[in-house]
């Protein structure tokens, strides 16, 4: 166990909706990377957040927005969804950024 | 940039032989490496990570740098059917720059 967790584990949406996902990393973490993993493929990087701020963005649009909160908590909004979304969605809590990332058990979104 | 290429596979060993996984990197700066282990449906699990040039053994796992040819490998040794997963390399930098993954099935 990773000591980070994430909720919902799974999630079907519809095409156009709107979704939130949770983690909460481990305790004295203060840094959370967001993944989107399509099957087959690799983890590929969202953002990542340093101490409540954005440190870091991958090539993914606007409407993918994640908050970090002082409670080691975190939040992934993906709006304006597309079936193109679907994926499993894994946060990564680390010390510092760089540094060894430990994996929650992710969320499974489904777009229909 | 970085760059992290991996052979997908599928890679196939009888149980009990030795599993070679291999992985390459674009960027000669980079200083540190991470094997993950990904079973099907489930999240990423650290394996080890590796910063010098040559061997570091953890078990039966024994990862493996050659920083002036960009590659980094992971040996897995009396390889055990629990062993069949998909194992990923990372690259840190800004992010985690991950590889697609080589399937590895260990055949009982």
């Known amino acids: 166990e990773t000591g980070v967790t994430q909720s919902p584990t799974h999630l079907i949406k519809t095409r156009g909706q709107q979704v939130t996902l949770r983690c909460s990393s481990q305790?004295?973490?203060?840094?959370v990377s967001w993944y989107q993993q399509a099957l087959g493929q690799g983890p590929q990087f969202i953002f990542q957040y340093y101490r409540e701020e954005e440190n870091g963005r991958g090539n993914f649009p606007p409407r993918f927005s994640g908050l970090q909160f002082p409670n080691y908590s975190s939040e992934l909004n993906v709006n304006a969804l597309e079936l193109d979304d679907s994926a499993l969605y894994l946060c990564?809590?680390?010390?510092?950024?760089?540094?060894?990332?430990?994996f929650g058990p992710g969320t499974r979104l489904t777009v229909l | 940039q970085k760059e992290v290429e991996q052979n997908s596979g599928p890679l196939s060993v009888p149980e009990g032989a030795i599993a070679s996984l291999n992985c390459t990197y674009s960027d000669r700066g980079s200083q540190s490496f991470f094997w993950y282990r990904q079973y099907s449906g489930k999240s990423p699990e650290l394996i080890m990570f590796?910063?010098?040039?040559g061997d570091k053994e953890d078990g039966r796992f024994t990862a493996q740098l050659n920083k002036a040819s960009q590659y980094v490998s992971l040996l897995i040794r009396d390889s055990q059917p629990s062993d069949s997963a998909t194992y990923l390399c990372a690259v840190p930098g800004n992010q985690f720059y991950f590889g697609t993954g080589t399937s590895l099935t260990v055949i009982p």
């Open positions: 590796i910063y010098s040039n």
């Open positions: 305790s004295g973490h203060n840094t």
């Open positions: 990564a809590s680390s010390l510092v950024p760089g540094d060894t990332q430990y």
